[in-house]
């Protein structure tokens, strides 16, 4: 004979137990949701510092992908304590001309001086006039979207020690799509993409567009495994 069971007929130490796992459950949910709704520190370094990077290649013609995966790279996404504590967002060392605020950070040597800026907008304008010294001319001779002669041209010059220093801000460039901010064209299907001012006169629904940039770097990482699939596949 089928027996319906009811909340009445479960003891009050069960019931609440089972309250408690569905409370614990609950908060699980929550938990993952936020995670997965949070912004890579990438992803949210473009969002924020994009727009000081095309108003120095305006001003200057240092590609704005350079500059943004120079940033992302020396300030490791903004969380290094140089660019923290520092506002030093390109690992740039005092030098002799250097007369501003200053952090000592272990680098190639011990305490090593670094420049110290009161805002990061001052980094990014003094990383350009770093890059205007003669040491680096040779650069200026690469068109401005050739971010990989760039950095190439920016190893080659001696601005890093790393060995791999242009591969790492090549792949950069490439697999957060950088290279639309160096043209007008990119930056416009970007913007249709995701735009950023939108004027709301009621209500306004959430933006469901994705930012082109975005689907142009999931593209390189889903390129980036399989490539690295087909490398673990040992041949016959």
Known sequence: MHTEHTISSISIPTYMSYYRFLIIINALAITFSLGATKKNPYQEYIDTYSEMA????RAHGIPASITLAQGLLESR????????LGNNHFGIKCHSE???????RNDDAANECFRSYSSAAE???DHSRFLLRKRYA???KNDVTDYAAWAKGLKACGYATDPNYATRLITIIERYALYLFDTESGRR???????????????CAPQS??????RLSRRHLLLDSQRTRHQKIPSA
């Not at 095309?54 to 290649?57: A, T």
């Not at 250097?98 to 000592?104: A, F, H, I, N, S």
Request: hydrophobic letters at 35%; aromatic letters at 8%; glycine letters at 4%.
């Open 189 to 203: 299907a970007e913007e249709e993409f995701h735009p950023r001012h939108v004027a709301c006169h009621t209500s």
């Open 98 to 104: 250097w007369k501003g605020d200053t952090l000592l």
């Open 54 to 57: 095309i108003e120095q290649q």
């Open 77 to 84: 996404a903004g969380q290094s304590s140089l660019a923290t």
């Open 123 to 125: 980094s990014f304008d």
């Open 209 to 214: 567009r994705t930012p082109l940039r975005h």
């Open 138 to 140: 040779p650069l200026f």
